[in-house]
């Protein structure tokens, strides 16, 4: 992924997403979550990185539950 900014809405349903595939108490979904509510840089910074870091299939469908919308 490239350095695209994700607005906060975006970064919202991407949590509610990752919540689905991996659920409501997973890290990273805590994580874009806090991003999306603060908007604060340094939580979006760091919410991306552990996305990044997830299995390319969790990503992958979190992704294309976005587009489903």
């Not at 108490?25 to 991003?35: E, G, H, P, Y």
């Not at 990185?49 to 992704?63: E, I, N, Q, S, W």
Request: charged share 40%.
């Amino acid at each position: 992924m490239d350095e695209t900014k994700i607005d906060r809405a975006a970064m919202a349903r991407l949590a509610k997403a990752l919540a689905f595939i991996r659920g409501a108490d997973d890290r990273t979904t805590l994580a874009l979550k806090v991003a999306a509510e603060s908007g604060e840089e340094r939580d979006i910074r760091n919410a991306r990185a552990m996305f990044l870091k997830l299995k390319p299939g969790d990503r992958r469908a979190a992704l294309t539950m976005l587009g489903d919308d």
